[in-house]
């Protein structure tokens, strides 16, 4: 029994081209929405969900639909190749609004100029600091903030009780007044949520670095990250995002623009997922489906890496105010000499009749097993492991959507590094992984295999909340084997679903699996901006570790959905596979 390498690696191209496309946009988009037209992490997770929104709706359908369709092309083909050129066209065509957002950006705001200055100034501390310089907290805060309050914006009403605060710090060394604030909450200038926020994410912090500086005269290092970490940055991005948002609020034509286009492109995108994935197990005989699944991943993986590389050599992966269309342009040429590549090399029907004569050849046709397409007419046993496959994917993906949604906030803002670094090692590592997990999962099981990778992210995602800006070089140990644990849970996790379906609803199984992953990636976005909003950055991570953790206990009842082991003369055989 032998996987055709060669015939999976052209199948993968499709889905090499969905991973350029979707790795551009989560690492982008965010940015987008956040520095050049002002929406806080709520909103911005709101339009980050929408995608998944459609997803929810669109992916079953077309999964139904594709395997209804009958053309002399394929079930599938015909999905790939005209949701491909539609979404192409339609993300280059993002490039012309946030094009014009960036020069408006530069021509009617400071933010440019702010932003620049923050960097300088940022980076002048940190050397200062680092180095081993001392300065006094009275020096930071009123050279800052004094900057700060000529910069601010009057429509906030943040800006007067910082204005105020910082003013009577110059005074008389008391850098924010319980009093304002108290008056604030009982004028119904800020209501309870805002006046909790302020308090434990600003009052409380600021309170205890300026007490322990001024016992001493100076301010550590320690006390310096800090400081950085909760208020520094958080003030400068409110400020900037603030200021952005001002001008989207005053002409939200740009904006509305945007949506639309962005609209478009998703919607195309869904319409050809689910064929393009459902395309392997078309052509796949079940006992090879996760060895064939990690190639596809690892094409997968190889797209995500290339979009990484081009945010890099474009100089884009840590900057916010930049104009961003290299990257439309590049990745929309590239996903039509992709599917050019994909209509040139795969013939749907023929590699599907070279399946069926091969689950002949090895008494696996699919006629032999039950013949309800419906889930609820599964065996009981089989319906419940369908079920918490379903849930675990849920929630794993509730985790691990979170962070790359957001990390291209998180890292830069957070850890003062670029977010292009991390994600490529953990891709990079993921690409080495995926083949040896494909063989691994023949020999002991997929639940095991899936079990093992969800123990690995919650480790390493629930470590990054340790990290600070001295230990940041961290992060990169820490996503080489966030990719390790990614890649053994992705490998295993959709061959589990389609092993219960039949050859003539795997677009309906598949349609399931994506369901339930684009549910979770519905939630996610919004939820974890909304506590990021409230409790600061660092949230994102223990919220990830939380909910992938739990997928460990849902994955931990399953006992169906393993391949059925085929045994071979020797064992060297388990690694056989046809180049032909």
Not at 29 to 41: S, Y
Not at 105 to 118: G, V
Not at 123 to 150: F, S
Not at 507 to 535: R, V, W
Request: hydrophobic letters at 50%; one cysteine or more; charged letters at 15%.
């Amino acid at each position: 029994m032998k996987l055709n390498l060669k015939k999976v690696f052209y199948v993968g191209v499709a889905f090499f081209l969905i991973t350029l496309f979707w790795q551009t946009y989560d690492s982008i988009i965010t940015k987008i929405l956040i520095d050049k037209f002002g929406l806080n992490q709520t909103w911005s997770g709101v339009v980050m969900a929408f995608d998944n929104v459609l997803a929810l709706v669109l992916l079953p359908l077309f999964g139904g639909l594709s395997d209804k369709t009958n053309s002399k092309y394929g079930r599938r083909t015909p999905y790939i190749v005209i949701g491909t050129v539609l979404a192409a066209f339609a993300f280059l065509a993002l490039s012309f609004s946030d094009s014009y957002q960036t020069v408006k950006i530069q021509q009617e705001t400071s933010i440019i100029e702010n932003y620049e200055l923050y960097q300088e100034e940022r980076n002048v501390m940190n050397g200062a600091v680092l180095t081993g310089g001392v300065m006094k907290i009275e020096t930071i805060l009123a050279k800052e903030y004094e900057d700060y309050i000529e910069r601010a914006t009057a429509f906030s009403e943040w800006n007067d009780a910082w204005e105020t605060a910082m003013l009577k710090w110059s005074d008389e060394h008391n850098p924010f007044l319980l009093s304002e604030a108290d008056a604030a909450l009982a004028s119904g200038a800020w209501n309870q949520t805002k006046y909790d926020n302020w308090l434990a994410s600003v009052y409380n912090p600021m309170v205890e670095i300026a007490t322990n500086a001024l016992g001493r005269g100076f301010l550590t290092q320690k006390e310096y990250l800090y400081w950085v970490d909760e208020v520094y940055d958080a003030i400068y991005d409110l400020d900037l995002t603030n200021q952005a948002w001002a001008l989207t609020s005053q002409n939200p034509a740009t904006f509305i623009i945007f949506a639309i286009t962005l609209f478009i492109a998703l919607v195309t995108m869904s319409t050809f997922r689910s064929p393009a994935v459902a395309l392997m197990p078309d052509v796949t005989i079940k006992p090879l489906r996760s060895k064939a699944n990690a190639v596809i991943n690892l094409m997968g993986t190889v797209g995500g890496i290339l979009a990484i590389v081009i945010l890099t050599v474009f100089a884009l992966d840590n900057k916010s105010y930049v104009d961003y269309t290299p990257a439309f342009i590049t990745v929309s040429i590239l996903m039509l000499l992709l599917l050019a590549f994909f209509m040139w090399k795969v013939r749907e029907p023929k590699l599907v009749q070279e399946k069926m004569e091969e689950d002949a050849l090895y008494g696996l046709s699919e006629e032999s097993e039950a013949a309800e397409e419906q889930v609820g007419n599964l065996a009981k046993d089989r319906q419940k492991s369908l079920y918490l496959i379903l849930i675990s994917v849920f929630l794993w993906f509730i985790g691990y959507n979170a962070v790359t949604t957001k990390l291209s906030d998180y890292a830069p803002k957070v850890l003062g590094i670029g977010f292009s670094m991390p994600l490529l090692i953990a891709q990079g590592a993921a690409l080495l992984a995926f083949i040896p997990i494909g063989i691994i999962a023949t020999k002991i099981g997929r639940r095991k295999a899936i079990l093992i990778g969800i123990v690995i992210l919650s480790v390493c995602f629930g470590s990054v909340f340790f990290l600070n800006e001295n230990i940041s070089w961290l992060m990169n140990i820490i996503f080489a084997f966030t990719g390790i644990g990614w890649a053994t849970i992705n490998v295993n996790s959709y061959p589990m679903v389609v092993e219960l379906s039949k050859g003539s609803n795997v677009g309906k199984y598949t349609g399931y699996y994506y369901t339930f992953s684009m549910s979770a990636q519905i939630i996610t976005p919004i939820l974890s901006g909304i506590l990021m909003d409230e409790f600061g950055r660092k949230a994102l991570f223990p919220y990830a570790t939380l909910f992938v953790a739990l997928a460990f206990i849902t994955m931990l009842m399953v006992r169906h959905g393993d391949a059925k082991v085929i045994k071979k003369a020797s064992v060297i055989e388990n690694f056989d596979v046809d180049m032909d």
